[in-house]
């Protein structure tokens, strides 16, 4: 006797992935504004920015890895060396 049930649901479907970048998009030029006029400085905004490059580029870089085809390794490793930079200049 063979099981057939639906199909999985994906954990985040592309539409909750587009709102969360939309609101990340949209909120931090306001989390910079802020911590520019909080600080007086520009150097945490842009640190706020590549915090968030470089998480984007982790769950990329995670995602690609698990599809595990040839383009999907050739994006991970662009993935993996834009984080890699990113760190560099951050630092």
């Not at 609101?23 to 842009?46: F, H, Q």
Request: glycine fraction near 8%.
């Amino acid at each position: 006797m063979r099981f057939i049930g639906a199909p999985r649901q994906p954990e985040i479907d592309q539409y909750t992935i587009k709102f969360l970048v939309g609101a990340i998009a949209l909120g931090l030029p306001i989390v910079e504004y802020v911590l520019t006029r909080a600080t007086g400085d520009p150097i945490p905004s842009i640190g706020a920015s590549f915090v968030v490059l470089g998480w984007f580029c982790v769950i990329f870089m995670r995602r690609a890895r698990a599809k595990g085809h040839r383009e999907a390794n050739r994006r991970a490793a662009i993935y993996q060396a834009t984080l890699a930079s990113t760190a560099a200049a951050a630092s």
